[in-house]
Every structure is written in C-alpha cells, then in structure tokens.
T-cell receptor
C-alpha cells in the first residue's frame, strides 16, 4: 500500500515561534496533498490543499499567512505554523493519494501533535 | 447547509455482537463514500469505499451499505472484538476535489 510519513510526530514550542511539519509520500508521487487539523474528540477539518509547484488552496477561515504551505516536490509538502499561539495547539494530519486512487482512497500520515506553551 | 452526521458519538457493544454505525449527509451528492478507522493519536486508516451505484460492499467482517435516496451509509462490524475499539469516520467525496469527514463514532467493544 501507499505510505505517507509525517514528521515530527510531536513538537512542543514556545508561543511566538514557528514550527515546520513535513509530509512525505514515500512510494508514490503526489501532485496534491491535504492538510487537516483535529481537535480532541472532533473530526478532521480540512485546512488547505497543497499543490505541487503552485500555491496552496486554503479553506475558508484558515489564515494563509499563519499556516504556510510549501509543496516543492512531488513527494514533500510542508506546513509551517508561524508565530504559534496556544490556541494553535492541535493534531495536524496530512494525506495524499497515489495517481489513479485520488478521490477513492486517502493515505494519512501518522499526525503531528503540536503543543504551544 | 452541508452536513455530515454520525450517530452516535460513542457506541458500546459486547464482544461477539454486531456493531452498526450510521453516517447521514445533507446537501452532498457523493460519487463515493468511505469509511476510515482512527486510533488515538494516529492518522485515519482507510477501510472501505462504496460507490453511489453500489448498494453493499463487504470486506472480511466489515459490511457497508449506501442508500443515496436516504443519504445514508451503514457500517457493520460482525463478530466484534475488543481490538475493533476505535473511532470510525465516514468520508464523502466532495465533487472530486477532496474528502469531507464526519465527526466520527467512538466504538468500544467490551470483553
């Protein structure tokens, strides 16, 4: 099966600093990757669609200047939380699908638990 | 407005029984509907996909139904085991652009 790897799995940072989260497709190329955010006991909320070689598409209410997305290659997308605040503490998850399985099966990274203190 | 509901937030059943989880949606017309399993602190794992022209899909102890008239999918786990305890999410294809997830049902299978 397709493998999506996310790093780090957890991170603690001080308020005001920036944190970068990586999402890699290990055995397939992904022109599109998705970034989600999940609060405790809630479902995944799509934050943005990361497009290789072009700007990310952000969902309504998500600040693009705060959540910077870079999809510089077909196997790597990064999410940078800039000037993090305690309310940004959450579980961030990425997903991608191999060509031919887009829209039919999503493969998720293991998630990143961000804690801002 | 568009909505996806999963009834209920939590479900407890006895080991060996069949667990039935429900996913209802409003103002979507999905070509596909999927079910995922999520364990605490982990990303979701794909289980099954059912297309709009399919009424039922099975995989081992799992069975999914899809009624586009009722706008509902049922997810069954037969002969449930404590290892089946997890949160189960339904997801809809959102006009081919992305997936939209339901809030999930936390299933606990009691020994």
């Amino acid at each position: 099966g397709a493998v999506v790897s996310q790093h780090p799995s957890w991170v603690i940072c001080k308020s005001g600093t920036s944190v970068k989260i990586e999402c890699r497709s290990l055995d397939f190329q992904a022109t599109t990757m998705f970034w989600y955010r999940q609060f405790p006991k809630q479902s995944l909320m799509l934050m943005a669609t990361s497009n290789e070689g072009s700007k990310a598409t952000y969902e309504q209410g998500v600040e693009k200047d705060k959540f910077l997305i870079n999809h510089a290659s077909l196997t790597l997308s990064t999410l940078t939380v800039t000037s993090a605040h305690p309310e940004d503490s959450s579980f961030y998850i990425c997903s991608a699908s191999p060509p031919g399985r887009v829209n039919t099966e999503a493969f998720f990274g293991q998630g990143t638990r961000l804690t801002v203190v | 407005s568009q909505k996806i509901e999963q009834n209920s937030e939590a479900l407890n059943i006895q080991e060996g029984k069949t667990a039935t989880l429900t996913c209802n949606y409003t103002n979507y017309s999905p070509a596909y509907l999927q079910w995922y399993r999520q364990d605490p602190g982990r990303g979701p794992v794909f289980l099954l996909l059912i297309r709009e022209n399919e009424k039922e899909k099975r995989k081992e102890r799992l069975k999914v139904t899809f009624d586009t008239t009722l706008k509902q999918s049922l997810f069954h786990i037969t002969a449930s085991q404590p290892a089946d305890s997890a949160t189960y999410l339904c997801a809809l294809d959102n006009y081919g652009q992305n997936f939209v997830f339901g809030p999930g049902t936390r299933l606990s299978v009691l020994p």
